[in-house]
């Protein structure tokens, strides 16, 4: 078992399929599949099954994701920080945020930038991957903070809830379902769809939806981020129910949105782990992100209402 292994092993997981971890790692799909293969054959364990092309991972995959990817954090920090020493480099304050992935391309960068403008001593360091992995890097204390979707499904840890909004339905202007106010769940039947991925809490609650509606999904792509999900449906692919605030980062695509019915609830809180202490630093960068989030989470709310009245 090597770093590569373990490193192509989170990839395929978090990408959903070897090519995005080929994409990622910048390595051949061969490459990864036999890092893939040596990997499950030093632990003795079958981590994907292969079917129809596709891998799906199996329940020790899951188990093992959280340890893995904090012994990958925690390698690439002791990395950098033997550059660090090696080059002469000040000691630095290292904060440690988990992100999901929609929120690293717009929203995240912008704040982050902002906070450290005038804050030299300052290194942020982002995680980025599913509720469960961020949930599970706050315990492992391979993050101090991470922005995830409520409830959250571990104990033992501070949550302050954040922002709210409700699924969506996303599609390309002038898309046949653009003309209903709302969207009902079974206005999706024989609509082409891009759903995001199962190991989604919302894919799960969409799931039971439709199998209530008895309406078959014509998956089209399965993706992992909201902002995927967008870009899919900005090309034409289908149309997807996605979280309205996190929509809203990405309102330079070519997409619009519809109300959805039956109603889809999400709320999302800033976590950390339960008794752990804080430097002055920390916290004022908690406290720096719950003014942003809620500022962030005000707009959101006043542009919709604004919406709503037209």
Known sequence: MNFKQLEAFKAIMETGS??????????SQSAVSRLLGQLEESLGVALFLRRNGRLTATPEADELLADISGLLDGMQRIQRRADDLRLGRSSKTLLKLGVP??????????????????????V?????????YLERAVLDRAADLALVRL?????????????????????????PLSHKAVVDITDLRGVPLVMLGRQ???????????????????????VHSVSAACAFVAEGVGVSIVNAFLVSL???????????????????????????????????FAEYL???????????ENTRDQAAEK
């Open 18 to 27: 070897t090519i995005g971890a080929a994409a990622r790692m910048d390595v």
């Open 101 to 122: 992935p929609s929120m690293t391309q717009a929203l995240i960068p912008r704040l982050v930038a902002a906070y450290l403008r005038d804050r030299e001593d300052i």
């Open 124 to 132: 942020i360091e982002l995680l980025i991957g599913s509720n469960a």
């Open 151 to 175: 409830p959250t499904e571990n104990e033992g840890l501070d949550i302050t809830p954040l922002l709210e909004a409700e699924g969506v339905c996303v599609m390309p202007p002038g898309h």
């Open 200 to 222: 989604r809490a919302l894919r799960a609650e969409l799931d039971l939806l439709l199998r209530g509606a008895r309406v078959a999904p014509q998956v089209r792509v399965e």
């Open 250 to 284: 990405f309102s330079d695509l070519p997409i619009i949105t519809r109300p959805f019915r039956p109603r889809l609830p999400h709320a999302f809180g800033l976590i950390a782990r339960h008794g752990q202490p804080r430097s002055r630093a920390l916290e004022s």
């Open 290 to 300: 719950r003014e942003e989030l809620a500022r962030a989470a005000h707009v959101f």
